[in-house]
C-alpha cells in the first residue's frame, strides 16, 4: 500500500470549512483513497472515498488533485462533533485490499 | 441496519484467564476483521475472515484465537495474555474482502485490561 502523509493536528472554528490534506505522492493508478475518522474512544467511521474524481457526500467533499498525489477532505460547516482524528488511507484493487491506518490528523474544532 | 455490535465493552482480565470477545454483524457481509490499537496509535490488523475461512493472519500470538461460527458473528478468543495486550479491540465487516470500493463498519471495540 501507498504511504500518506497527514498533519498531526489542526484546528478549525465551529462553523467554518475544515479542509484536511493528505499527502499520498507514490499513490498509483489503481489506488483509491479512503477517508475515515476516529472519534474519541469509538470504532473508525468511513467518511468518503475516491478513486480520480472528486467527491461529496452527506458528510464531506474529497478533492484530488489531477496527478493524484494529494488530496484533501473537505468538512463544509465543521462541528463541535467532529472533532475526532481523521485517517487518510489509500488502498489498492488488487490483492487483499485491506486498510492499513496512518498517524492521521487530529482536528479539533473551536467554539 | 448498519451496525457492527460488540461484546462485552470493557474487560478486565488476569494472565492466567481465558476470555472471548464477541462481534456481530446483521448486513449480510462475507468480510469479518479484528484491529488492535493501543493507546494513541492508529488501528493494527491482526485477522481477516473472508466467508467464514480465515484468509489473513498479520503474525498475531498464538494466545489470540479467533473464530467465526457463522456468517454474522465472529468471536475473539483469549489466552495466557500479557500486560502489554491491553488495547482498544475492534471488530469491522464489509460486503466482500479484496475490493476497494466496499468500505469496512467498525464495531465500537472491547476495551481490554490485563492484570
Known amino acids: 500500500d501507498a504511504k500518506t502523509t497527514q498533519p498531526t493536528s489542526m484546528d478549525c472554528a465551529e462553523g467554518r470549512a475544515a479542509n484536511l490534506p493528505c499527502n499520498h505522492s507514490?499513490?498509483?493508478?489503481?489506488?483509491?483513497v479512503y477517508w475515515y475518522r476516529q472519534i474519541h474512544s469509538q470504532g473508525p467511521q468511513y467518511i468518503i472515498h475516491?478513486?480520480?474524481n472528486n467527491e461529496t457526500n452527506e458528510m464531506a467533499s474529497l478533492i484530488i488533485t489531477e496527478d493524484r498525489k494529494s488530496s484533501t477532505l473537505i468538512l463544509p460547516h465543521a462541528t463541535l462533533r467532529d472533532t475526532a482524528v481523521y485517517y487518510c488511507i489509500v488502498r489498492d484493487q488488487t490483492g487483499a485490499n485491506n486498510l492499513f491506518f496512518g498517524t492521521g490528523t487530529r482536528l479539533t474544532v473551536i467554539p | 441496519d448498519t451496525e457492527v455490535t460488540q461484546t462485552p465493552k470493557h474487560l478486565v482480565m488476569g494472565m492466567t484467564n481465558k476470555k472471548s470477545l464477541k462481534c456481530e454483524q446483521h448486513m449480510g457481509h462475507r468480510a469479518m476483521y479484528w484491529y488492535k490499537q493501543k493507546a494513541k496509535k492508529p488501528p493494527e490488523l491482526m485477522f481477516v475472515?473472508?466467508?467464514?475461512?480465515?484468509?489473513i493472519n498479520e503474525s498475531v500470538p498464538s494466545r489470540f484465537s479467533p473464530e467465526c461460527p457463522n456468517s454474522s458473528l465472529l468471536n475473539l478468543h483469549l489466552h495466557a495474555l500479557q500486560p502489554e495486550d491491553s488495547a482498544l479491540y475492534l471488530c469491522?465487516?464489509?460486503?466482500?474482502?479484496?475490493?476497494?470500493?466496499?468500505?469496512?463498519?467498525f464495531g465500537p471495540g472491547t476495551r481490554l485490561t490485563v492484570t
Open positions: 475516491g478513486l480520480k
Open positions: 469491522a465487516s464489509s460486503q466482500l474482502q479484496g475490493v476497494p470500493t466496499y468500505e469496512q463498519y
Open positions: 507514490t499513490i498509483s493508478g489503481n489506488e483509491y
Open positions: 475472515y473472508s466467508y467464514e475461512k480465515l484468509s
